[in-house]
């Protein structure tokens, strides 16, 4: 089994920073996109950055220029730098990864129990 455990989540003014992390734990032989994603209330869960195992990286068009999505393959760690948070940042954030336990295993998605963002005055 896989486990993903976030943390970095908290309570921050508007214009403020946070960084999440997640790492990856358990049988893994390889992990290949991992990413993170956000669901605040009332609302579907929604992709907010990937990043595959090369590095290289997508985002959701509303944190362009203020979120950064980046891993650290060694430690199966993933991060996500929130600059300039604003209000509709607070969600819940989850940690993703599509990973594979074996060389013959078929890849499968694994998620983090969530951490949260609030963004307020």
């Known amino acids: 089994q896989v486990q993903l455990v976030e943390s970095g989540g908290g309570l921050v003014q508007p214009g403020g920073s946070l960084r999440l992390s997640c790492a990856a734990s358990?049988?893994?032989?390889?992990?290949?996109?991992m990413g993170w994603y956000r669901q605040a209330p009332g609302k579907q869960r929604e992709v907010v950055a990937s990043?595959?195992?090369?590095?290289?990286?997508t985002y959701e068009e509303s944190v362009k220029g203020r979120f950064t999505i980046s891993r650290d393959n060694a430690k199966n760690t993933v991060y996500l730098q929130m600059n300039n948070l604003k209000p509709e940042d607070t969600a819940v954030y989850y940690c993703?990864?599509?990973?594979?336990?074996?060389?013959?295993?078929?890849?499968?998605?694994?998620w983090g129990q969530g951490t949260q963002v609030s963004v307020s005055s």
């Open positions: 993703n990864a599509i990973v594979a336990v074996s060389r013959t295993s078929t890849m499968s998605t694994s």
């Open positions: 358990g049988n893994i032989f390889i992990i290949n996109t």
């Open positions: 990043i595959t195992r090369g590095g290289s990286a």
